[in-house]
């Protein structure tokens, strides 16, 4: 089953502690992108990847980090976190065709408590 | 950067009557406009998009124009029905030199369909 796959689903931690969540696609996507979702402010962008190797800021990068060393595999690190990334986070995929039209698919989330 | 608004926030429908949802975007590199359904505590999932090439586009009671001279882009439900209520995003992907595609959310409708 084609599908995009995100761990842990709940977390809740202490601030500065660093944590990794994973996301893993297994339709051969070259695209990722990373989400975090807060009321009022809609899906916002932290980072993306074009392929291997190959990632770059989105609209909200500040305190995330990411890395892709193999096409499946996207996972975000926060270093340090604080409480005011508490958030819903989205990890997607999808084709990179710049001319076609290309679905992003979902994870199922990421609901991240920072106390 | 792209910039793309969404309006209204929130709307409340009669069941069986229209639904119209709005965005505007800001930058002319866009060229695909998919609208998301996020159900409550679900995924976003994909119903409908469109290319710039193309000025509207329908599936059943859903539909999607585009006006690409005044960059505004709308999805219209038609025959509302109950499981049409959930959260309603609008995106934007404009690419980037070097072939990076960038995609920007709207900050999402919230739809009642009110039997």
């Known amino acids: 089953e084609a599908q995009v796959t995100q761990n842990p689903r709940y977390l809740i931690t202490v601030t500065g502690k660093k944590l990794t969540v994973t996301c893993s696609q297994n339709?051969?996507?070259?695209?990722m992108s990373w989400y975090r979702q807060d009321p009022g402010l809609g899906l916002r962008q932290i980072y993306y990847s074009m392929n291997v190797e190959v990632t770059d800021k989105g609209d909200v990068p500040e305190g995330y980090k990411v890395s892709r060393k193999e096409k499946r595999n996207f996972p975000l690190i926060l270093e340090s976190p604080s409480p005011n990334q508490t958030s819903l986070y989205f990890c997607?995929?999808?084709?990179?065709?710049?001319?076609?039209?290309?679905?992003?698919?979902f994870g199922p989330g990421t609901r991240l408590t920072v106390l | 950067g792209e910039n793309v608004e969404q309006h209204p926030s929130t709307l409340s429908v009669q069941e069986g009557d229209s639904a119209v949802i709005k965005c505007t975007y800001s930058?002319?590199?866009?060229?695909?406009f998919p609208w998301y359904k996020q159900e409550l505590g679900k995924r976003p999932q994909l119903i409908i998009d469109i290319r710039s090439n193309v000025g509207e586009k329908k599936d059943q009671r859903i539909a999607v124009t585009l006006n690409k001279t005044a960059k505004h882009f709308s999805l219209h439900i038609t025959e509302t029905q109950p499981e049409d209520s959930a959260v309603y995003f609008c995106?934007?992907?404009?690419?980037?030199?070097?072939?990076?595609?960038?995609?920007?959310f709207g900050t999402g409708t919230k739809l009642q369909v009110i039997p």
């Open positions: 997607a995929s999808s084709l990179s065709r710049p001319a076609g039209t290309d679905t992003q698919y």
């Open positions: 930058d002319s590199a866009s060229n695909y």
């Open positions: 995106a934007a992907r404009a690419l980037r030199a070097g072939g990076y595609q960038k995609v920007t």
């Open positions: 339709m051969n996507h070259e695209y």
